[in-house]
């Protein structure tokens, strides 16, 4: 590629990002990572929900977030292509059935290996309907998780639960695989047992980071050592590369790509196959994670990767933070129940009257009045109540999705041509 093929393709991707926010620098990131720890400090000294930032949760959070920021990391691939990828989830299902099929009868490296050959297989698909056939983007998506389900149900019954069949005789049945070998883990000498030494004093603020980087470093799984890798490589492949620059160009402005000699289409099937892969890695971490495939695995975590991709502003670092926040509250629920759910009523109570006052002070009369009378039905609500129902504990993940979506939709911006159609020759 030229300079000057460069510096224009460069520059018509930064003149379209004028009305964009300026960048947080690290020195602000971190202190609101720090503020972000205090907050929950104070709350669970206050409600005395210890589990909050014990290590048990956040490890639980990481395990968590790995296959949701896996999906969303594929998401934001086709999206920055101009590909809309809703088929995530069935992507995610082809990925987790890939790695049970392989992974009982090779080990648990082939099955993340199967997981991505999978997932590539549905991107594929997705690629060769939306970007070769001009097929409706969101109308493939649906037509690969209908399909996805229906390939996986049917598979696994011909495959798993044949009667006689070498599978079946291993343990597997319609709904599952055999059950393969674990996925080693490792947890830093000395450093582990130090951190959970201090976090067992229950020391204001110092036990409750000890809590949490124990958790972070403690028998962690090699396979989420890869997915924090993948996070990275992505940012630089992106944003700091030719390729990168051509892929986001195709999602940007493709007839200004193609007029300057880009492969719209080659860039386009390659960014919907790599999506599929990372989605389909993220289902193989599922399999991997309980040492089988099962079905109905995924559980909508393709979509709640989508959501991450939106609220993190289709940018790597953006996705990994909004996949963290769900996997906590994913973790929460399922370790914690209704206390601890209950004590973060509180701490979104305060949020709400926040945002209320932020909006009040920029002229926005009415959503300063909606976002305090919820915060202080919330603070009434946790002041008369000990716990929260079962029914709202479940749902704590997918209450997240939305609340995180609607507080950060006025600062989103998506590719400006994602979903568009685009047929080649019209940059000529």
Not at 83 to 96: A, D, F, S
Request: with cysteine; proline share 3%; glycine share 14%.
């Amino acid at each position: 590629m030229s300079t000057t093929f460069t510096d224009a393709l460069a520059k018509g991707l930064t003149g379209k990002n004028k009305g964009e926010r300026r960048k947080l620098s690290y020195p602000v990131i971190l202190l609101l990572i720090a503020g972000g720890l205090l907050v929950l400090s104070v709350l669970r000294v206050i409600t005395g929900a210890e589990d909050l930032t014990s290590s048990g949760q956040f490890s639980g959070a990481l395990g968590a977030a790995v296959p949701i920021g896996l999906a969303g990391l594929g998401g934001l691939w086709a999206e920055r292509a101009g590909v809309v990828n809703i088929g995530l989830e069935g992507m995610m299902m082809l990925g987790t059935f890939s790695a049970g099929w392989i992974g009982w009868q090779h080990g648990p490296w082939a099955a993340a290996a199967a997981g991505i050959l999978g997932g590539a297989l549905g991107g594929l698909v997705h690629a060769l309907a939306t970007v070769t056939f001009g097929v409706d983007h969101i109308i493939s998506g649906v037509a690969i998780n209908i399909l996805a389900l229906g390939v996986t149900q049917y598979l696994a019954k011909l495959w798993f639960g044949a009667e006689g069949s070498e599978a079946q005789q291993a343990g597997g049945n319609d709904k599952q695989s055999p059950v393969m070998e674990n996925m080693p883990n490792f947890s830093i000498p000395g450093l582990s047992d130090w951190l959970n030494s201090i976090e067992k004093h229950n020391w204001f603020f110092v036990s409750d980071l000890a809590g949490i980087v124990d958790g972070l470093v403690t028998d962690v799984s090699w396979l989420t050592i890869v997915a924090g890798g993948l996070f990275v490589l992505t940012f630089f492949v992106l944003w700091r590369s030719s390729f990168g620059l051509r892929l986001r160009s195709c999602g940007e402005s493709p007839v200004a790509a193609e007029s300057l000699g880009v492969n719209v289409y080659k860039y386009k099937y390659a960014a919907v196959v790599v999506s599929g892969g990372l989605a389909g890695l993220g289902g193989a971490f599922l399999a991997i994670g309980t040492h089988m495939y099962s079905d109905g695995q995924t559980g909508g975590r393709g979509y709640i990767g989508l959501a991450t991709m939106i609220s993190g502003n289709w940018r790597p670092g953006g996705v990994a933070m909004s996949a963290g926040l769900f996997g906590f509250m994913d973790s929460l629920q399922l370790r914690s129940g209704g206390p601890t759910v209950h004590a973060l009523l509180l701490l979104v109570a305060v949020l709400l009257i926040g945002f209320a006052a932020w909006r009040l002070r920029a002229g926005k009369t009415k959503p300063a009045i909606v976002s305090a009378a919820f915060g202080v039905a919330l603070i009434v609500w946790y002041t008369m109540t000990k716990t929260v129902p079962l029914e709202l504990v479940d749902a704590t993940p997918y209450v997240a999705t939305l609340l995180v979506l609607s507080f950060s939709a006025q600062r989103l911006r998506m590719p400006k041509a994602n979903g568009k159609p685009y047929r080649k020759g019209e940059g000529k």
